[in-house]
């Protein structure tokens, strides 16, 4: 079994839809990101969590809310979805200790907004 | 300037010659840097990091580090088609060992 999952795989919505990507691990790490990548450009961080009281914004979290249900789970929203929400997102996880500290991606949930 | 600058390519080499791949970034405060692997439409993979100056070798790759003229390169011997993939460069921001900075990749094709 993968060590990072992210449901759903694709998804496509419309403009003022909310919905939410979950992303579940079983490495065990304490730290978890959402990333968004669009074509052409590097991956942009959306929200970034610790642990579970721990959550930071990234560069690009307008238009997005995470939850961090469990040291396992980390969950992003998408409260009203608007078109240029249309990306490949990724998930990632770290065990935090490591020198140098390394990312491990989940799958990708691409999702288009109509 | 973008803060970690990558080539788009694409970079055509042939099969079993050298790829050389090259990143430069703006933070001299970065520590730590990886090279991932990115097959279209899939997630990125690590495949090397590197934390001090000068070279580190793993099988086929070899990372490249050099601090003073802020760059860090790639090297892949005896390139196979399945190397062909986009290569991304990432460097953490700041002395910070978690938030990374994204180059937007090079994209590699191995020609048989």
Redesign the interface.
């Known amino acids: 079994d993968a060590d990072v999952t992210q449901t759903p795989r694709n998804r496509i919505t419309k403009t003022g839809k909310r919905i939410m990507l979950e992303c579940s691990q079983t490495k065990g790490h304490d730290?978890m990101y959402w990333y968004r990548q669009d074509p052409?450009?590097?991956?942009?961080?959306i929200y970034?969590s610790?642990d579970v009281k721990d959550i930071n914004k990234?560069e690009i979290s307008d238009g997005y809310s995470v939850s961090r249900q469990a040291q396992a789970k980390f969950s992003l929203s998408l409260e009203s979805a608007i078109p240029n929400q249309t990306a490949?997102y990724?998930c990632a996880t770290?065990d935090?200790t490591a020198?140098?500290?390394?990312?491990?991606?989940?799958?990708?949930t691409?999702l288009t907004v109509l | 300037q973008k803060e970690v600058e990558q080539n788009s390519g694409p970079l055509s080499v042939p099969e079993g010659a050298i790829a050389s791949l090259n990143c430069t970034y703006s933070d001299r405060g970065s520590q730590s840097f990886f090279w991932y692997r990115q097959y279209s439409g899939k997630s990125p993979e690590l495949i090397m990091s590197i934390y001090s100056n000068g070279d580190k070798e793993d099988g086929r790759f070899t990372a490249q580090l050099n601090k003073a003229s802020q760059y860090v390169s790639l090297l892949i011997r005896d390139s196979q088609p399945s190397d062909s993939a986009t290569y991304l460069c990432a460097v953490n921001k700041g002395k910070s060992n978690y938030q990374l900075i994204w180059g937007a990749g090079t994209k590699l094709i191995i020609k048989p």
């Not at chain 1, 020198?99 to 990708?108: A, E, H, L, W």
């Open positions: 730290r052409g450009l590097g991956l942009q961080l970034y610790f990234g490949l990724f770290s935090g020198r140098p500290d390394t990312q491990y991606f989940g799958p990708g691409r």
